[in-house]
Protein backbone atom coordinates (compact mmCIF):
# COMPACT_ATOMS: atom_id res chain seq x y z
CA UNK A 1 0.00 0.00 0.00
CA UNK A 2 2.81 2.39 0.49
CA UNK A 3 3.96 1.12 -2.96
CA UNK A 4 0.38 2.97 -4.32
CA UNK A 5 0.92 6.04 -2.36
CA UNK A 6 4.34 6.35 -3.32
CA UNK A 7 3.31 5.93 -6.87
CA UNK A 8 0.24 8.28 -6.41
CA UNK A 9 2.51 11.02 -5.23
CA UNK A 10 5.16 10.32 -7.71
CA UNK A 11 2.63 10.38 -10.59
CA UNK A 12 0.83 13.43 -8.87
CA UNK A 13 4.11 15.32 -8.78
CA UNK A 14 4.91 14.24 -12.19
CA UNK A 15 1.77 15.41 -13.97
CA UNK A 16 2.27 18.78 -12.01
CA UNK A 17 6.01 19.10 -13.38
CA UNK A 18 4.81 18.37 -16.92
CA UNK A 19 1.86 21.03 -16.15
CA UNK A 20 4.81 23.48 -14.99
CA UNK A 21 6.73 22.52 -18.08
CA UNK A 22 3.74 23.28 -20.58
CA UNK A 23 2.96 26.46 -18.83
CA UNK A 24 6.19 27.76 -18.67
CA UNK A 25 6.48 26.92 -22.44
CA UNK A 26 3.91 28.85 -23.39
CA UNK A 27 5.20 31.87 -21.57
CA UNK A 28 8.38 31.54 -22.76
CA UNK A 29 7.07 31.68 -26.28
CA UNK A 30 4.93 34.13 -25.47
CA UNK A 31 7.92 36.57 -24.26
CA UNK A 32 9.66 35.71 -27.25
CA UNK A 33 6.70 36.87 -29.55
CA UNK A 34 6.61 40.22 -27.10
CA UNK A 35 10.51 40.35 -27.72
CA UNK A 36 10.52 40.17 -31.39
CA UNK A 37 7.48 42.93 -31.52
CA UNK A 38 9.52 45.31 -29.37
CA UNK A 39 12.78 44.59 -31.59
CA UNK A 40 10.74 45.57 -34.71
CA UNK A 41 9.70 48.79 -33.17
CA UNK A 42 13.18 49.74 -31.86
CA UNK A 43 13.88 49.37 -35.46
CA UNK A 44 11.73 51.50 -36.55
CA UNK A 45 12.41 53.84 -34.05
CA UNK A 46 15.92 54.01 -34.82
CA UNK A 47 14.59 54.60 -38.54
CA UNK A 48 12.48 57.47 -37.82
CA UNK A 49 15.33 59.42 -35.42
CA UNK A 50 17.90 58.91 -38.48
CA UNK A 51 14.80 60.46 -41.11
CA UNK A 52 14.46 63.30 -38.18
CA UNK A 53 18.44 63.80 -37.68
CA UNK A 54 18.51 64.04 -41.50
CA UNK A 55 15.70 66.82 -41.49
CA UNK A 56 17.34 68.37 -38.78
CA UNK A 57 20.19 68.80 -40.94
CA UNK A 58 18.45 70.11 -43.80
CA UNK A 59 16.65 72.66 -41.60
CA UNK A 60 19.25 73.58 -40.00
CA UNK A 61 21.16 74.64 -43.35
CA UNK A 62 17.89 76.00 -44.69
CA UNK A 63 18.01 78.41 -41.70
CA UNK A 64 21.67 79.45 -41.72
CA UNK A 65 20.60 80.16 -45.81
CA UNK A 66 17.94 82.51 -44.76
CA UNK A 67 19.82 83.96 -42.00
CA UNK A 68 22.67 85.05 -44.66
CA UNK A 69 19.63 86.65 -46.69
CA UNK A 70 18.31 88.72 -44.07
CA UNK A 71 21.71 89.85 -42.89
CA UNK A 72 21.56 90.71 -46.84
CA UNK A 73 18.40 92.54 -46.78
CA UNK A 74 19.64 94.08 -43.82
CA UNK A 75 22.41 96.01 -45.08
CA UNK A 76 20.79 96.55 -48.43
CA UNK A 77 18.09 98.11 -45.90
CA UNK A 78 21.04 100.10 -44.30
CA UNK A 79 22.09 101.79 -46.88
CA UNK A 80 19.19 102.53 -48.70
CA UNK A 81 18.25 104.94 -45.33
CA UNK A 82 21.98 106.10 -45.60
CA UNK A 83 21.35 107.91 -49.16
CA UNK A 84 21.11 111.43 -49.01
CA UNK A 85 17.48 112.24 -47.71
CA UNK A 86 17.33 115.28 -49.95
CA UNK A 87 17.54 113.30 -52.96
CA UNK A 88 14.64 112.21 -54.46
CA UNK A 89 13.74 110.17 -57.27
CA UNK A 90 14.36 112.86 -59.84
CA UNK A 91 17.27 113.81 -58.86
CA UNK A 92 18.46 110.47 -58.57
CA UNK A 93 17.09 109.73 -62.37
CA UNK A 94 19.19 112.90 -64.20
CA UNK A 95 22.09 111.90 -62.17
CA UNK A 96 21.58 107.90 -63.54
CA UNK A 97 20.72 109.71 -66.81
CA UNK A 98 24.36 111.49 -67.01
CA UNK A 99 25.14 108.16 -66.72
CA UNK A 100 24.11 106.73 -69.44
CA UNK A 101 21.49 104.66 -67.84
CA UNK A 102 18.10 103.62 -70.33
CA UNK A 103 14.33 104.53 -69.87
CA UNK A 104 13.81 100.80 -68.03
CA UNK A 105 16.79 102.12 -65.85
CA UNK A 106 14.97 104.64 -64.66
CA UNK A 107 12.12 103.22 -64.21
CA UNK A 108 13.39 100.17 -62.20
CA UNK A 109 15.57 102.35 -60.47
CA UNK A 110 13.88 105.56 -59.40
CA UNK A 111 10.02 104.24 -59.44
CA UNK A 112 9.04 106.92 -62.26
CA UNK A 113 6.83 106.04 -65.07
CA UNK A 114 7.44 105.46 -68.43
CA UNK A 115 6.73 108.89 -70.04
CA UNK A 116 8.58 110.70 -66.74
CA UNK A 117 11.95 108.29 -68.08
CA UNK A 118 11.33 109.38 -71.54
CA UNK A 119 10.75 112.87 -70.63
CA UNK A 120 13.73 113.14 -68.53
CA UNK A 121 15.96 111.48 -71.32
CA UNK A 122 14.72 114.30 -74.25
CA UNK A 123 15.64 116.45 -72.03
CA UNK A 124 19.07 115.47 -71.11
CA UNK A 125 19.10 115.07 -74.97
CA UNK A 126 18.30 118.52 -75.40
CA UNK A 127 20.77 119.78 -72.69
CA UNK A 128 23.52 117.97 -74.41
CA UNK A 129 22.89 119.24 -78.08
CA UNK A 130 23.30 122.53 -76.71
Do not use: N
Amino acid sequence: MILYIVLTLTLLVASASAVACIWLKRELDSLRKRLSLQETAVLGLRGALSALHSEEHQFDSYRKKMEQQLRRLSEQQEQVLMRDVDEGPYRQAMRMVRQGASRDDLVAGCGLSAGEAELLLAMHRDQSLS
